[in-house]
């Protein structure tokens, strides 16, 4: 069982950064596609960013473009989100998720296999 742990989450005003994190136990986590998703309150769930395998390659929701990158270390078995000029939209339960079937594109559709237990962000403005 593939378990997703996440941290870094928190309360920052308008304009400030956090970074997430997000643990994988996976045993072939080095091939695996690895993204990160959101849900604002009343909201559906919504693609943020995702990083191929080799981590050469990134997509990104226009939302968050020039302002959240994301990363990994395999030798960690982690992947990172780093959110700078959050706004109050940014607020949001987000969640990391994992696949070693999906491509960055067909995350950013929401195909993952598996998923964290989400952090909350939250901005103020």
């Known amino acids: 069982q593939v378990q997703l742990v996440e941290s870094g989450g928190g309360l920052v005003q308008a304009g400030g950064s956090l970074r997430l994190s997000c643990a994988c136990s996976a045993r072939t986590f080095s091939t695996y596609t690895m993204g990160w998703f959101r849900r604002a309150p009343g909201k559906e769930r919504e693609f943020v960013a995702a990083i191929s395998w080799t981590g050469s390659r990134t997509n990104y929701a226009d939302s968050v473009k020039g302002r959240f990158t994301i990363s990994r270390d395999n030798a960690k078995n982690t992947w990172y989100l780093q959110m700078n000029s959050l706004k109050p939209t940014d607020t949001a339960v987000y969640y990391c998720?994992?696949?070693?079937?999906?491509?960055?594109?067909?995350?950013?559709?929401?195909?993952?296999?598996?998923w964290g237990q989400g952090t909350q962000v939250t901005v103020s403005s």
């Open positions: 998720a994992a696949s070693w079937q999906s491509t960055i594109a067909t995350m950013s559709q929401g195909s993952a296999d598996y």
